[in-house]
């Protein structure tokens, strides 16, 4: 976390992350009774992006609402296991991106799916949580990110907190006339791996790319199709060369000229200056709806 230093601010990252691990151990293990204790009483989950035939999008506010999703939730679905993919830590903001297995109790199939929470506290309990779900798609061929020698000396980001929220704002607030591709190509390394969260059959770039060309190609067929006429940015996290972003925009489709409002959230990494990992959830279901 950048800012200023000293053993608390250091205590409380560590602290949150654990409580984040706790939280999704808790929750896959069906202990709600425990996980309530976590939570404070007036708590808000905001639930952004949609599954078709799993969760509909929507607002509970309280435990009692709370602890009725989860059990809505388990009726059908049964938890199996969880991987926690990254965890970003600032001030009262906790953003974590984790990919879990659930079995749907009328037919035994197994789904693979991936989410997204950012998280606000109260002191050390959850006072907001907005949530994004979606289809986990098999990655396509990205390489490995890495060296051996990154992973035991990982380079800095090479840029100030504030001019990495700045790039990731600018890379996501297209213009009228479109999004800035160059500025995609300033931004991130040649190599970049980017993912988008969700099911082929319905977004066809979905999965794990590698390069800018596959990047800047997909942010230019989804130009073709949407318009944007609007963007906002509610919540910002970044965490040493990593930074979260849930952001609001406004989209029309130049086919249906169908108008829709769609949340995302992307989470990135930087190395020496630039962009080597992106990864976005978008509303998906808000996105077909658009197509009609």
């Not at 204790?37 to 808000?44: F, S």
């Not at 040649?190 to 969260?197: G, K, L, M, Q, R």
């Not at 596959?214 to 930074?243: K, R």
Request: charged share 30%; hydrophobic share 40%; aromatic share 8%.
């Amino acid at each position: 976390m950048h800012g200023a230093g000293g053993q608390a601010p250091r205590a409380a990252e560590r602290e949150a992350r654990r409580r984040v691990h706790e939280l999704v151990q808790l929750r896959m293990a069906g202990q709600i009774d425990l996980l309530m204790d976590y939570v404070v009483e007036d708590v808000e989950l905001r639930y952004n992006c949609s599954k078709v035939g799993i969760f509909p999008v929507g607002f509970w506010q309280g435990q009692s609402a709370l602890r009725e999703y989860l059990r809505r939730t388990d009726i059908d679905y049964e938890p199996l296991s969880a991987e926690v993919q990254d965890i970003f830590v600032e001030g009262d903001r906790t953003a974590v991106r984790w990919t879990g297995r659930f079995r749907r109790r009328a037919n035994g199939r197994v789904y693979e799916i991936d989410l997204a929470h950012f998280i606000r506290w109260r002191k050390d309990r959850v006072a907001r949580l907005d949530e994004f779900i979606d289809d986990h798609a098999v990655s396509r061929a990205a390489g490995p990110l890495q060296s051996f020698e990154d992973m035991i000396d990982p380079p800095g980001p090479g840029l100030s907190r504030d001019e990495m929220a700045r790039r990731l704002m600018a890379l996501g607030n297209f213009s009228r006339s479109g999004p800035d591709i160059d500025l995609f190509r300033r931004y991130c390394a040649p190599d970049v791996v980017s993912e988008f969260v969700g099911d082929r059959n319905a977004i066809f770039y979905a999965g794990r790319h590698r390069g800018i060309e596959a990047l800047t190609n997909i942010i230019g067929a989804i130009n073709i199709d949407f318009e944007q006429v609007g963007c906002t940015t509610p919540e910002m996290v970044v965490d040493g060369s990593g930074a979260a972003a849930r952001r609001t925009v406004e989209w029309r489709h130049r086919g249906t000229g169908l108008r829709g409002l769609v949340e995302l959230a992307d989470f990135v990494r930087f190395r020496n200056g630039l962009i080597v990992e992106l990864v976005e959830f978008r509303d998906s279901v808000a996105l077909l709806q658009m197509q009609g």
